[in-house]
């Protein structure tokens, strides 16, 4: 089955770009916009001056249309300021995961070319020389709580407002792949504003509605998904800097939806205080950015009576396909494609679109699909089709009933607590420490964070688990840093010599929760042999 809606999403828009639509969405600027977890409250006017005082402060620093922002900073509303300050000022936002070490951001500086880095003040002496060897000659400091460089007073002289529409344009954003480094997805004004007004729609978001928003803001589903629907519906946030059960859970009598990651619901069904009584004024809890487990979602409505709505989205294409608002939210699906957007499964190797109940490759076509990865049009080539698809590189199949089911993914990458891991970075660092003849890094199944990452190690003497976990946290954000690393005397191949990580993760993955730090390769290669 394929879901299609003809593409016509902006045709009734006076709006050119998403600083106009903020506008025509939002008539009356005097209505409270976001309530902060500090305290301060902020109406749609108040963030509108602040996203255009943030624009001149930039603009008077040097940074001109087309121009990159680089960001990585705590969660605040400045933090989500910047983006609309780039929305104004036709710059391109390149938002960075905090977590990122050193060496991860003097990348994304250098590939992006940023003309400007905006960092905590808490880094900025580490960061001075790595914006310098990246060529990055604007630095300016954002805080948590509103303050920094970037919030100095700008000259008053005000810049000229550029000429955007929706192919601007809006945001880079670094995805992982199986082969070379991290790549640019150009996000341009429509993909984004196409995306929020679905969601807008397909949710039944409205004026009425309060977000809590716990999610961080360097991420597209905290980014773009949840703060735009809000925006463009007219709503409100609960503004939180980070998740904490205990926060959501004395702030969700003011609420109306959430939305999160398979963590954030998993650590809610470990509170007490999670009753029907106290979610009762919810009309909505959303799951994406990993695999929600079945038994998680049988578990959360039999504690609340919510049916959780699980999505499928990805950085290149934000979101593609929604369990529907009214009628089944069915576990294990991520339901039918957004208005506008054609989903279609095809025979990996042919490319010729599969039956229902075929398993094959997914494929995207639609006004969210992004512009390209930032100056790598061969990348781009390969995974865009002549007739316009995009090759996910998840695989899939439609149930009898139309709902699309995610089946694995034909690469390797792995998604943990919605965070992309490439697990070739982790085994090029493993590969060189003493000891380690080889390594392979896999995602296993794991109730918390969708994915866990495990390393598996060939060595002729067991490593110091610890000791290496610890080594790769120096080098690594801590996302990527495996839970677990197990030691085997050789790595199981295939008849081509490929490591079969497949096997890997059937046999480890079912005895994971059971390994204890320091488990010698003997008792794993007795299991590992017991299962072959």
Same mark, same amino acid.
């Given at each position: 089955?394929?879901?299609?809606?003809?593409?016509?999403?902006?045709?009734?828009?006076? =709006?050119?770009?998403?600083?106009?639509?903020?506008?025509?969405?939002?008539?009356?600027?005097?209505?409270?916009?976001?309530?902060?977890?500090? @305290?301060?409250?902020?109406?749609?006017?108040?963030?509108?001056e602040?996203?255009?005082?943030?624009?001149?402060?930039l603009?008077?620093?040097?940074?001109r249309?087309?121009?990159? $922002?680089?960001?990585?900073? #705590?969660?605040?509303m400045?933090?989500?300021?910047?983006?609309?300050?780039?929305?104004?000022?036709?710059?391109?936002?390149?938002?960075?995961?905090?977590?990122?070490? =050193?060496?991860? $951001?003097?990348?994304?500086? @250098?590939?992006?070319?940023?003309?400007?880095? /905006?960092?905590?003040?808490?880094?900025?002496?580490?960061?001075?020389?790595?914006?310098?060897?990246?060529n990055?000659? %604007?630095?300016?400091?954002? #805080?948590?709580?509103?303050?920094?460089?970037?919030?100095?007073?700008?000259?008053?002289e005000?810049?000229?407002?550029?000429?955007l529409?929706? #192919?601007?344009?809006?945001?880079?954003?670094?995805?992982?792949?199986?082969? @070379?480094?991290?790549?640019?997805? +150009?996000?341009?004004?429509?993909?984004?504003?196409?995306?929020?007004?679905?969601?807008?729609?397909?949710?039944?978001?409205?004026?009425?509605? &309060?977000?809590l928003?716990?999610?961080?803001?360097?991420?597209?589903?905290?980014?773009?998904?949840?703060?735009?629907?809000?925006?463009?519906?007219?709503?409100?946030?609960?503004? *939180? &800097?980070?998740?904490?059960? #205990?926060? $959501?859970m004395?702030?969700?009598?003011?609420?109306?939806? +959430?939305? !999160?990651?398979?963590?954030?619901?998993?650590?809610?069904?470990?509170?007490?205080?999670?009753?029907?009584?106290?979610?009762?004024? +919810?009309?909505?809890?959303?799951?994406?950015?990993?695999?929600?487990?079945?038994?998680?979602?049988?578990?959360?409505?039999?504690?609340?009576?919510? =049916?959780?709505?699980?999505?499928?989205?990805m950085?290149?294409?934000?979101?593609?396909?929604?369990?529907?608002?009214?009628?089944?939210?069915?576990? !294990?699906?991520v339901?039918?494609?957004?208005?506008?957007?054609?989903?279609?499964?095809?025979?990996p190797?042919?490319?010729?679109?599969?039956?229902?109940?075929?398993?094959?490759?997914?494929?995207?076509?639609?006004?969210?699909?992004?512009? @390209?990865y930032?100056?790598?049009p061969?990348?781009?080539?390969?995974?865009?089709?002549?007739?316009?698809?995009?090759?996910?590189?998840?695989?899939? *199949?439609?149930?009898?009933?139309?709902?699309l089911?995610?089946?694995?993914?034909?690469?390797?990458? %792995? %998604?943990?607590?919605?965070?992309?891991?490439?697990?070739?970075? /982790?085994?090029?660092?493993?590969?060189?420490?003493?000891?380690v003849?080889?390594?392979?890094?896999? !995602? $296993?199944?794991?109730?918390?964070?969708?994915?866990?990452?495990?390393?598996?190690?060939a060595?002729?003497?067991?490593?110091?688990?610890?000791?290496t /976990?610890?080594?790769?946290?120096?080098?690594l954000?801590?996302?990527?840093?495996?839970? *677990?690393?197990?030691?085997?005397?050789?790595?199981?191949?295939?008849?081509?010599?490929?490591?079969?990580?497949?096997?890997?993760?059937?046999?480890?993955?079912?005895?994971?929760?059971?390994?204890?730090?320091?488990?010698?390769?003997?008792? %794993?290669?007795?299991?590992?042999?017991?299962?072959?």
């Open positions: 089955m394929s879901n299609k809606s003809p593409p016509t999403w902006n045709h009734q828009l006076a =709006a050119r770009n998403l600083a106009e639509l903020y506008l025509d969405r939002n008539s009356d600027l005097s209505a409270t916009l976001a309530v902060c977890d500090d @305290g301060r409250r902020f109406t749609y006017q108040a963030f509108w602040l996203a255009d005082r943030l624009r001149c402060r603009w008077h620093a040097g940074v249309p087309g121009h990159r $922002v680089a960001m990585q900073v #705590d969660k605040s400045e933090t989500l300021g910047v983006f609309w300050a780039c929305v104004r000022g036709g710059f391109v936002f390149l938002p960075l995961n905090t977590a990122y070490t =050193a060496s991860e $951001v003097s990348y994304f500086l @250098g590939d992006a070319e940023a003309t400007a880095f /905006i960092v905590s003040p808490q880094r900025l002496s580490e960061m001075l020389a790595v914006a310098e060897s990246a990055c000659q %604007i630095v300016l400091t954002l #805080d948590d709580e509103g303050g920094g460089s970037l919030l100095e007073t700008p000259p008053r005000a810049p000229p407002s550029p000429d529409n929706w #192919d601007d344009i809006a945001a880079i954003l670094y995805t992982s792949g199986t082969t @070379g480094r991290s790549k640019g997805a +150009m996000l341009s004004h429509g993909n984004l504003a196409s995306n929020a007004l679905a969601l807008v729609d397909l949710w039944r978001f409205t004026a009425e509605d &309060r977000l928003h716990a999610l961080p803001v360097y991420h597209t589903h905290g980014l773009f998904t949840a703060s735009n629907t809000v925006i463009f519906s007219g709503g409100q946030m609960l503004f *939180r &800097r980070k998740f904490s059960a #205990d926060d $959501v004395a702030q969700m009598a003011e609420a109306t939806a +959430m939305m !999160g990651v398979p963590t954030f619901y998993t650590r809610l069904l470990q509170h007490e205080g999670l009753t029907q009584d106290a979610t009762r004024h +919810m009309r909505l809890f959303i799951s994406g950015s990993a695999p929600l487990l079945a038994e998680t979602h049988k578990a959360f409505f039999e504690r609340t009576g919510h =049916a959780v709505l699980e999505r499928y989205g950085t290149e294409t934000s979101m593609n396909a929604s369990n529907p608002y009214g009628g089944e939210r069915r576990a !294990g699906t339901g039918f494609a957004l208005p506008h957007i054609d989903i279609r499964v095809t025979d190797s042919t490319g010729q679109q599969l039956n229902d109940r075929e398993d094959g490759m997914i494929e995207i076509k639609g006004p969210n699909l992004f512009k @390209g930032w100056r790598n061969q990348k781009t080539a390969e995974d865009l089709r002549a007739d316009g698809y995009f090759i996910t590189g998840d695989l899939g *199949r439609f149930d009898a009933d139309g709902y089911v995610i089946s694995g993914r034909a690469k390797d990458l %792995i %998604i943990t607590g919605g965070f992309n891991v490439y697990p070739k970075e /982790i085994e090029e660092i493993l590969d060189a420490m003493a000891g003849i080889e390594s392979a890094v896999i !995602g $296993v199944t794991h109730s918390d964070f969708g994915e866990a990452v495990v390393a598996v190690v060595c002729d003497a067991d490593i110091d688990e610890a000791a /976990i610890a080594e790769l946290r120096k080098q954000a801590a996302f990527k840093v495996p839970k *677990r690393i197990v030691s085997l005397r050789e790595l199981p191949r295939n008849a081509m010599g490929k490591v079969q990580k497949a096997a890997l993760r059937k046999n480890f993955g079912q005895i994971f929760y059971s390994l204890t730090p320091g488990v010698n390769a003997q008792e %794993i290669n007795q299991v590992h042999q017991g299962q072959e």
